[in-house]
Each structure stands twice: as structure tokens, then as C-alpha cells.
């Protein structure tokens, strides 16, 4: 099980919006040194949404090379074909990743059944580990702790959960429900970066959040002061993060504001993301550098 700080990473093009490979490279060079625990490609930040499943599957080999096994590699497989999932999940799987995150089906919002069923037919059809990706702020449809007990008491590879609720209550009830509830290992991650401490205090696992794009030696810093129970770094620690969260308003959809404040701090990537987002304007990009300064990272 990963315990820590999982950074769902950015995916870098340029600007013909095509990944780069040279700037990903030095990006998860970057997040492996600062001493993050896992790295998931393809999620939400990752724009897994506008890519083909050749980019994907180009983009899943050339992480499993990169990482060589320093950390756990994750990839996002989710999708609204569960067809596709399975593929892309198996061609992970062969391609040596360590499991796969796979989002609720969205567009329709399927009740807990029809839920049910889709993550019990991809389970059935894959042996990778398999995370559930509860995110419904996007996908339009919330999975019930209850759904996600009976889906990990029944299928060996669903191994945990990424809740990206605003709010802790859900993944408090996950963790007391399922983790604690089930006879075998289940991770609960949280996926806001503020509930990073409020996960861990309630017995889950850990986050997966955005903001370690940015600064992942502040996010291993806190996690290693937690292990040490050093209070008064956390508390620290904790008000930077809480302050750096005001990035995620900074542009709608959030991720272009996520690469505009990794390259601001001195990447060497191009901030484009796939089409039909732009770049961000000279306040937007004004008001990221007035956080980081605040918060010492420029």
C-alpha cells in the first residue's frame, strides 16, 4: 500500500500540443528528488479527458521506463466505455504500472447499482490493482461507501480510493466503513490538498493532490514532519498549503493554473494545455506569483 503523497502529475505538451517528453522527464525527475511517495499520470490535472488512447498509451510506457520502479507509477484508465478501460488498463499492466485509478462513468448519473456494475465488469476483466475515482464535482454522480464495501470485499484488486470530495465527512465514512470495516488492505486518499492532515488523522492513507506539482518538497517536508509528529511544522506547513489552495480559483478548469505555478517556480515547460484551454492572462499569472511569494516559493 502507498502511504504519503501521491502527485496526480501534470502532462506537458507543447505548443502544437503534443506531449513533451524532455519537459516530462525533467518534471518527474523533479517530483521523485523532492521525495514524493507515488506518481499518478493521467488523471484530471494530467487532461486525461482530451487525449487519445495512442497519446495515453505512449505516455503510460515512457512513465514506466522514467520512474524505473524509484516509486509506485499509477496511471488514471478511466473513461465512459468500460471497453476501453479494460484495454487501457491491461496495456498498463503489461507496461509494469502499479495500478490503475479509474474514474465513475460520467455524462449519465448512474445510481449505485449501475455503478456497482461497472467497476464489478472492469474488475472482473483486469488483475491490475484497481482505485476507484470518486471526483462527482465532475463526473455528475457521488459513489456511496456502501457501494465501494461491497465492490472491495468482493474483488481483490480494488485496493483503495481517491475521494475528491469537498469535504471530509465522506472520506471519514470511507475510511470507518470500508478501511477499518474490510479484512483486507484498502487505501482512502483524499483528493484536496487541504484534507491532506484531516485524512491522515481519521486513519486514511494519505492525498492525492495537485498542489505537489508545484511544491512537492513542502508536501514530503509535511508528510515525514507527520510520521515525526512534529506539530509545530505541520502547523506550518499546513497554513502554506491552506494558502497555496486559492491556485485552484485562479482559472476554470483548474489545471492551467496548476502548470502556469510549476513553471513559474522555474520548470523548464511550456504551460500550454489541450485544446479548447488557453493560457492564462497576465492577472491570472500576476496573482499566482503574488501566492507563491507568500507562501516563500519563488
Known sequence: MIKGIITPTITVFDEDKNIDFEATEEHIENLIEAGVNGILFLGSIGEFFAMT????????????????????????????????????????????????????????????????????????????????????ARSGVNIDPQTVYKLASEYKNIVGIKDTMDTISHTRELIQKVKKELEKEFAVYSGFDEYFLPNLLNGGDGLIGGLSNIAPELFAEFYKSYQKEDFKKINEISNKINMMMEIYSLSDPFFPAIKKAVSLRGSNLNAACKEPVGLLNESQSKNIKKILKKVNLT
Do not use: C, M, W
Not at 499492466?93 to 467497476?119: C, H, K, M, R
Open 53 to 136: 488512447l495512442a497519446e495515453k498509451k505512449k505516455l503510460i510506457s515512457f512513465a514506466v521506463k522514467t520512474v524505473n520502479k524509484r516509486v509506485p507509477v499509477l496511471v488514471g484508465t478511466g473513461g465512459t466505455a468500460a471497453e476501453d478501460v479494460i484495454e487501457l488498463s491491461n496495456f498498463a499492466q503489461a507496461e509494469g504500472v502499479d495500478g490503475a485509478a479509474v474514474i465513475t462513468p460520467y455524462f449519465f448519473q448512474f445510481n449505485q447499482q449501475t455503478l456497482y456494475n461497472y467497476y464489478s465488469h472492469i474488475a472482473h476483466n483486469v488483475e491490475l490493482d484497481l482505485y476507484i475515482y470518486n471526483f462527482p
